[in-house]
């Protein structure tokens, strides 16, 4: 899966996965992972998510990342917000108040941008990612995140079969696997969500769960 097939998404409206509403998940759940205010949060793949005005209304800098520009020029258009500018080998920033998006490729971030987020909220990163890329994702993202850094990660699970992703599903065996040697993984909450998602099971899936896991960086 390559660039193009998000651009495209964007392009052509082919948006479903984007929510109307902040994740219930994350206002339930990000309190108890108490990140002080003006704390740095990274959201991969962010979108134009909602969550992100939510995060920065808990007093939380939030930098987003994102690889379609429409995505980002809807967010501050959405929000009646007018951004500064700048660009950098992470890509094109656009910064107003708290809240900044890079409009690039997740793998593009620096060392030093990455060592700056104390935390990080994953809800649609992981997911849309396939088996072969999450290695290199969890690898580059997660394992350039500064010790003491603090995470919550939602994810979806599902029959392989019953469905070409994304979202993909990842279950939870496969998150302790790839986040383990440096993060503890606490599981949070495990919800069946299928009759929630009629738009998932017309594409054939007849089991569908969501994972909440509290990440914390030890090394």
């Known amino acids: 899966m390559d660039a193009s097939f998000w651009l495209d998404c964007w392009r052509e409206g082919r948006t479903g996965f984007h929510r109307a509403e902040v994740m219930p998940l994350l206002e339930r759940h990000w309190q108890a992972l108490a990140v ?13 998510t909602l969550d992100m005005a939510w995060l920065a209304s808990q007093g939380l800098r939030v930098l987003g990342v994102e690889l379609s520009p429409l995505a980002v020029q809807a967010f501050f ?7 500064q500018r700048h660009t950098s080998a992470c890509g094109e920033h656009y910064v107003a108040g708290d809240i900044e998006i890079i409009q690039g490729n997740v793998f593009d971030l620096d060392e030093a941008t990455l060592a ?14 396939p088996p072969a890329m999450r290695q290199q994702y969890a690898q580059s993202i997660y394992g350039g995140l500064p010790a ?43 919800l069946d969500i299928l009759a929630e998602q009629p738009g998932l099971a017309a594409r054939g899936l007849t089991a569908l769960v969501t994972d909440v896991y509290r990440l914390d960086r030890r090394v």
Do not use: S
């Not at 002080?36 to 991969?44: E, H, N």
């Not at 700056?116 to 990612?129: K, W």
């Open 148 to 190: 003491g850094c603090r995470g919550l990660m939602i994810t979806l699970d599902y029959p392989p079969g019953d469905m070409e992703g994304p979202p993909f599903p990842v279950p939870p065996a496969e998150v302790h696997r790839l986040l383990e040697r440096g993060w503890g993984v606490t599981t949070l909450e495990h």
């Open 36 to 48: 002080p205010r003006g704390t740095r949060v990274l959201v991969p793949l962010a979108g134009k």
């Open 116 to 129: 700056d987020c104390m935390a990080v909220y994953d809800r649609a990163a992981l997911i849309a990612l």
């Open 77 to 83: 258009a959405e929000h009646d917000l007018q951004p």
